[in-house]
């Protein structure tokens, strides 16, 4: 069992940067791809970014390609997301989730555990 709390949202100009972290429970937070997704009112939910097990791989949805970065620390058991030159479309509920498999990156199907989100809004 893994359990997720992410934190770091808020409200940020267009331009503006953020900072969000997922912080995972467990010894086992090394076996886990990570990934963060986000949902927008009236929206499905979406891919953000992934990252393998020891950080070397990472990926990214187009429309944040360049300006999100993920990163991972896991002797802290922690999962960032930088957030850079934000866009009003950015505005969203944001998910980290974890994933034992490894099969499919950019699926939310696949993923094992998620945490209760944290909210980022940007403005225009």
């Known amino acids: 069992q893994v359990q997720l709390v992410e934190s770091g949202g808020g409200l940020v100009q267009a331009g503006g940067s953020l900072r969000l972290s997922c912080a995972a429970s467990g010894r086992t937070f090394g076996n886990y791809v990570m990934g963060w997704f986000r949902q927008a009112p009236g929206k499905e939910r979406e891919f953000v970014a992934a990252i393998s097990r020891t950080g070397g791989g990472t990926y990214y949805a187009d429309s944040v390609k360049g300006r999100f970065t993920i990163s991972r620390d896991n002797a802290k058991n922690t999962v960032y997301l930088h957030m850079n030159s934000l866009k009003p479309e950015d505005t969203a509920a944001y998910y980290c989730?974890?994933?034992?498999?490894?099969?499919?990156?950019?699926?939310?199907?696949?993923?094992?555990?998620w945490g209760q989100g944290t909210q980022v809004t940007v403005s225009s």
């Open positions: 989730a974890a994933d034992l498999s490894g099969t499919s990156l950019y699926s939310e199907s696949v993923y094992d555990y």
